[in-house]
């Protein structure tokens, strides 16, 4: 399974994709789906293939043996922030 392909899944196969690979649930996609579009990505195509990007991103934070990405208060947003504007990354 490529991005060019997900991209392109109905939502509900969409979010489950990134469930199933990413450990995301609904709530964390929908506020990654939401930061997105409120960062002015307003296609939906360019927005789910910034998504898996990030979640690739993030990826590294992922521990072996944990199903699930842990975020703490904030950090879901500050990982976005640093995904997005890496430059700012370098301020903190």
């Keep these: ?49 910034n998504i898996i990007l990030f979640l690739e991103y993030i990826q590294k934070d992922r521990y072996e043996n944990k199903p699930r990405i842990k975020f703490g208060n904030g950090g879901l947003k500050i990982k976005l922030n640093n995904y997005l504007y890496p430059k700012d990354e370098m301020a903190i």
């Design 1 to 49: 399974m490529n991005i060019e392909e997900a991209i392109h899944y109905s939502d509900l196969y969409f979010v489950n994709y990134c469930f199933e690979k990413y450990g995301i649930n609904r709530g964390v996609y929908n506020t990654i789906d939401r930061w997105f579009y409120e960062q002015g990505m307003d296609n939906i195509l360019e927005r789910r293939k």
